[in-house]
């Protein structure tokens, strides 16, 4: 597999042992359960919604393929008789899938492909996995597996028994297929009348077996030859269809098949959408909605961003980063019961409990809040629970009525900077996101280039933005924004009638350029001088007094409404803000663990005794410990007479000097013994390796830290 | 032209055969003449070989079947294991056989039981009295399969003492066969690739209903001229004639030119043809989406071929590790100090080139390197710090999956396992820019 997917190990402890486990370590508040409920209802809507949005930009693709599919073997069912049918060699109708390198989200686009093929084609679909088919013989078995498993699922489980036995039998040739295959179809066709009318009706008579390879870039090159060699032999009894699924580029088939046997092949092209374009209708869809309650603090939302850009691209993984997010955020904070759509939320303030309340009052946010207040205030909000709860309702609608607000504007806001030259605030909407719930956008320099860029628009630009701002507040929620509508649109007005005025205007404009020709070069050149002098100390033109009426407009949208996130109150209960448990969990570093674990054992063994000031080797550490800061000082190749030595001497400090002369000149057989198990075991760890070099000495394998 | 006679068979059936197997009179003939009668004892086994279509798998079945004589034909390629060619062969005996016996499923797992169980098999019907033939196709497969497979399939006649030759067909040599034990040497017979006379002959053999000979074959002369410098494989000029025919049909059917106007409809399939020589032909363009194009008068351009996806997108890491892996591959490791140092000292010009080295390292294709000089390369080109985590890990196994990397030596993990970078120096462009 590319790209390994890797479990988080929290994510499964939770759905497997429920709620139990959520209480576990702070029961001191009450609410974990339905805390774990409202993780579990929110992360279903949103697991929903993430596969909708997968089904939806899938739908073009697999539009394709269908309609591909279905025009692969129209010359097979019709037996057409004429010259040309006759006469052509048979190809097998291949399509090669351009997929892109996020291995990890190919497995979920081909179970949702094969399942719209089982609905709209054909019942016979094997999927084929390189890993499995390291032989032809492997790869046939697999493929008449799938296939003959598959005609049981469609029609009866009555006669399971029967052809799971004879399955093991059958002898695996495409003869034996080929025999399958006439055998169901006529089934099929004979049966069809009387109870199947409608799947009947959707299928044809011959349904095409499609037969998909998921990785095409790891089958060997012999098994693929070796397959379409003798699938082509059989096109004619067999409607085979081959899926190729790519990962690079679609020039690996030829680098894969020699001429000889892509001839055999009829290869069509279908591109999945990008994976980035994905992430952003994601992001877009989960993030940058009121819909759901649960959001993702900056640096959060950068760590889950920068591992899908940087390393792996995969979709999945991020939508696996934003559950694990999710689940910890449920877990770590006790008021996150508070994060839940709004009505629901207002009834559970009532009836929290006074340790929660106690928890609401150390929130920073909050804390912040309070201080700002007058002190009768300050007084009953930190005492009296009733008032509190009041409050925390009336704060949870502002924060509500925040993100209503600042969704609408943040798009607005995109649609000016995203049309921007060099892009000051980033292309992509995301990146615009994150600049805002970093700190104040408006105190950017980023910010104040792109203003002044926007100074810069010209009209028919400004126009269709202000178009587009005025689609975003109309269809949004937010209730506050019939004002701005309304400015909008007003602008909007004036720039229509700019434009017929400026209409009335060109026609003295050009009898002044009539004038202009007829002069000689000097005055010319003094008219335009003379026009440029003027153009410097001229006021503005309406148009652009109009424009920076706009620009300044939404500079002071932007300052009301997208406040940094962790500037509101009680945005904690909200955010998901640790991003450092984040990193640990989805973005591991073996290499540095395994470092610190050899290097500073107290680091995770707790024991006083090993806490040491850096330096000094401790002899109270694991023998490895020692052995390994030993290694550390020692070059390429390390004399293992010596490194005995020091370990010898390291481990006998202990004793003190008096012990010392005893073993001066033998070592112990005991600290030999220690010292040969420690060393095999930094060799298993992959740390030294033995020599052929020089006689009794390791080569170290790693480099550095010395 | 020899004809083809033979006084076992009848006059008009070989007629009918000479007709089906035009240009290989001579090999027919040479094959009629070692068969001899219907119950003589032929040759024990017969190797037959010849380029890529140059008839041999058509002319054995159609003179097999044309003269009625009792055969089994197998393809090596898919019976792939001994047991299901062997068993395949069997089976095949069995449906041989007029009476319709039980077809039960036998067991053949060794050579042994096959000798056996054909004699049964031969003496259960009326074969005795005529020579079987027993057609290899693909015969360079047995090599690949149990030591045995082939010597014993070479001197099948001897051990089981029936009247059975054994034909094998293939591409390569009889000397690339040849076991280090010793055979028993088959004849060898070698099918000579068709000339362009003999390509036109045939292609034109079978020309539509709808248009006369001449025309069709003045259309295979205008199409062997384009292709013939190419590809002389029978069935891929055969596919591409029946591809393009409706295009050169065009001015005829629009009633432009009429059908001796050769001039005038060279003028118009000849760029077309030239077209279709870079796409089609090279599965550029599936031969359906050809179609497709000339049905709609389309031009080729529009449809981009599959050489033209080349941008591969790749996260960033992964892209700076493939260029890493490309430096590694083709800098000579003492040049790492030079170039990927920040204080490297001075560069000695005199004696730093030595001639041999002089030959670009593009020609000699990439050279292995550790993985922690690969690292060590990656650290120094990324601007920022990259912390060593799983996931870089777990991108250099991808990209080996990918096939842009392999793994040199692969038995080894923990003693630094070392790859090489396989794709082109204008993947490597495209990436970096």
């Not at chain 1, 949103?46 to 393929?65: P, V």
């Not at chain 1, 109150?569 to 640990?584: D, K, Q």
Request: a neutral charge; charged letters at 25%.
């Amino acid at each position: 597999g590319c790209f390994v997917f890797k479990p988080s190990p929290k994510k499964r402890k939770v759905s497997q042992k429920t709620a139990i486990d959520f209480r576990g370590r702070n029961n001191e508040s009450e609410d974990s359960e339905l805390r774990f409920v409202t993780c579990q209802s929110l992360w279903n809507q949103i697991k929903s919604e993430t596969e909708q949005i997968q089904e939806d930009l899938n739908k073009q693709l697999f539009d394709n393929l269908l309609s591909f599919l279905r025009r692969s073997h129209s010359e097979f069912r019709e037996k057409t008789t004429e010259w040309t049918c006759q006469m052509k060699s048979r190809e097998i109708p291949t399509a090669a899938l351009v997929l892109g390198v996020n291995v990890t989200d190919h497995d979920l686009t081909f179970r949702s492909f094969s399942e719209v093929l089982q609905n709209n084609i054909t019942p016979y679909i094997a999927l084929l996995e390189a890993k499995d088919c390291p032989d032809v013989k492997n790869l046939m078995q697999k493929l008449m597996g799938q296939l003959m498993n598959c005609y049981i699922d469609v029609d009866s489980l009555e006669d399971e028994d029967f052809v799971q036995v004879s399955q093991n039998r059958i002898r695996c040739s495409m003869t034996s297929l080929i025999n399958w295959y006439e055998n169901v179809t006529k089934k099929t066709d004979s049966e069809t009348p009387s109870k199947k009318r409608t799947s009947s009706s959707r299928r044809w008579q011959s349904p095409p077996v499609v037969v998909i390879f998921k990785d095409m870039e790891s089958f060997t090159t012999k098994v693929l030859q070796d397959f379409i060699v003798i699938s082509s032999q059989h096109i004619h009894e067999l409607p085979l269809v081959l899926i190729f699924g790519i990962a690079t580029s679609p020039m690996i088939i030829h680098s894969l098949l020699p001429h000889s046997v892509s001839s055999l092949l009829c290869i069509e092209l279908f591109q999945s959408l990008s994976c980035k374009e994905h992430l952003s209708t994601i992001i877009d869809k989960l993030l940058l909605t009121t819909q759901f309650p649960f959001k993702l603090g900056e640096k959060v939302l950068q760590v889950l961003i920068n591992i899908f850009l940087y390393h792996d691209f995969s979709v999945q993984n991020f939508i696996k980063g934003f559950q694990l997010c999710m689940v910890e955020h449920f877990y770590s904070q006790p008021l996150s019961v508070l994060c839940c759509q709004l009505v629901d939320a207002k009834k559970r303030v009532n009836s929290l409990s006074h340790d929660q309340c106690e928890n609401i009052r150390k929130l920073p946010s909050f804390r912040r809040y309070v201080e700002g207040q007058v002190s009768e205030k300050q007084i009953a909000l930190l005492t009296a629970d009733n008032f509190l709860k009041e409050i925390v309702q009336k704060l949870l609608e502002d924060l509500h009525v925040y993100h209503e607000n600042y969704v609408s504007v943040l798009r607005c806001l995109h649609v000016f900077t995203s049309s921007l030259p060099k892009y000051p605030l980033g292309k992509q909407i995301r990146e615009l996101h994150c600049a805002c719930l970093e700190n104040r956008v408006w105190e950017t320099e980023e910010y104040e280039s792109s203003l002044q860029l926007a100074r810069m628009l010209n009209k028919s630009d400004v126009v269709t933005m202000l178009q587009q701002c005025v689609e975003i507040f109309v269809s949004s929620s937010g209730k506050e924004f019939d004002k701005t509508v309304e400015k909008l649109k007003e602008f909007l007005t004036q720039f229509q009638k700019l434009e017929e005025a400026i209409q009335e205007r060109d026609v003295s404009v050009s009898s002044q350029k009539e004038l202009q020709k007829k002069t000689d070069l000097f005055h010319l050149q003094k008219t335009l001088l003379e026009l440029k002098e003027s153009r410097r100390s001229k006021k503005l033109t309406k148009f652009e007094m109009l424009r920076f009426e706009v620009v300044d407009y939404i500079d002071s949208l932007v300052r009301t409404y997208l406040i940094p996130a962790d500037h509101k109150t009680l945005h904690e209960i909200v955010y998901f803000n640790t991003a450092s448990v984040l990193r640990g969990h989805l973005n591991a570093a073996p290499r540095i663990a395994l470092h610190t674990a050899l290097n500073n054992p107290y680091c995770y063994l707790k024991n006083q005794a090993l806490k040491s000031d850096g330096g000094s080797i401790s002899n109270k550490a694991p023998d490895i410990c020692i052995v390994y800061k030993l290694h550390l000082e020692c070059g390429r190749l390390i004399n293992l007479v010596d490194w005995l030595e020091a370990f010898s001497t390291v481990v006998m400090a202990v004793e003190g000097p008096n012990a010392d002369a005893a073993s001066s000149d033998q070592v112990d057989d005991i600290i030999h013994a220690r010292f040969i198990r420690a060393i095999s075991e930094l060799e298993l760890l992959g740390f030294i390796k033995p020599s052929k070099q020089k006689t009794d000495h390791v080569a170290r394998l790693t480099w550095g830290g010395c | 032209m020899p004809n083809l006679e033979h006084p076992a068979y009848p006059a008009a059936t070989l007629l009918q055969l000479e007709s089906l197997v035009p240009c290989r009179e001579s090999q027919v003939s040479m094959l009629l003449s070692i068969f001899g009668e219907r119950q003589q004892f032929s040759f024990p086994s017969i190797f037959i070989y010849g380029h890529t279509s140059s008839g041999k798998t058509y002319v054995m079945q159609n003179l097999l079947s044309t003269l009625q004589l009792p055969h089994v034909f197998v393809n090596c390629v898919e019976y792939f294991t001994s047991r299901l060619l062997l068993e395949e062969i069997l089976i095949q005996l069995q449906s041989c056989s007029s009476e319709p016996e039980q077809t039960s499923h036998v067991r053949c797992d060794t050579f042994n039981d096959f000798v056996r169980l054909f004699k049964q098999a031969v003496a259960s019907q009326e074969l005795q009295d005529q020579t079987l033939y027993i057609v290899l196709d693909r015969a360079e497969q047995l090599r690949e399969m149990e030591a045995n497979i082939l010597p014993a399939f070479l001197r099948l006649q001897e051990l089981t003492d029936r009247n059975v030759t054994v034909v094998l067909l293939s591409e390569i040599v009889w000397e690339l066969f040849r076991p280090s034990t010793g055979c028993f040497e088959p004849l060898t017979l070698y099918f000579p690739d068709y000339s362009i006379g003999h390509l036109q002959k045939i292609l034109s053999q079978n020309h539509p209903p709808e248009y006369s000979a001449d025309f069709y074959a003045a259309y295979i002369n205008i199409l062997l001229g384009v292709f013939y410098m190419v590809c002389r494989d029978l069935k891929e000029l055969q596919h591409l004639a029946v591809l393009n025919f409706s295009k050169y049909c065009e001015p005829v059917v629009r009633g432009e030119a009429n059908e001796r106007d050769t001039r005038k409809l060279w003028k118009n399939i000849e760029p077309h043809l030239k077209k279709a020589m870079q796409t089609v032909y090279l599965r550029e363009i599936s031969s359906s989406q050809w179609e497709r194009l000339q049905r709609d008068d389309g031009e080729p351009g529009q449809l981009k071929g599959l050489s033209a996806h080349t941008h591969v997108e790749l996260p960033y890491y992964s892209k700076f590790l493939l260029i890493a892996a490309y430096l590694a591959s083709y800098n000579p490791v003492r040049t790492d100090k030079r170039f990927f140092l920040k204080h490297h000292g001075k560069i000695r010009k005199t004696n730093f080139m030595k001639k041999h080295e002089k030959t670009s390292n593009h020609l000699l294709g990439p050279k292995p390197f550790p993985l922690d000089r690969l690292l060590a390369i990656l650290y120094s080109i990324v601007d920022n710090r990259v912390a060593p985590t799983a996931n870089i890990f777990s991108q250099i196994t991808s990209l080996v999956t990918l096939q842009l990397l392999s793994m040199v030596g692969h038995n080894d993990q923990l003693d630094g396992p070392r790859y090489k970078c396989t794709v082109s120096l204008d993947f490597i462009r495209a990436i970096a820019r």
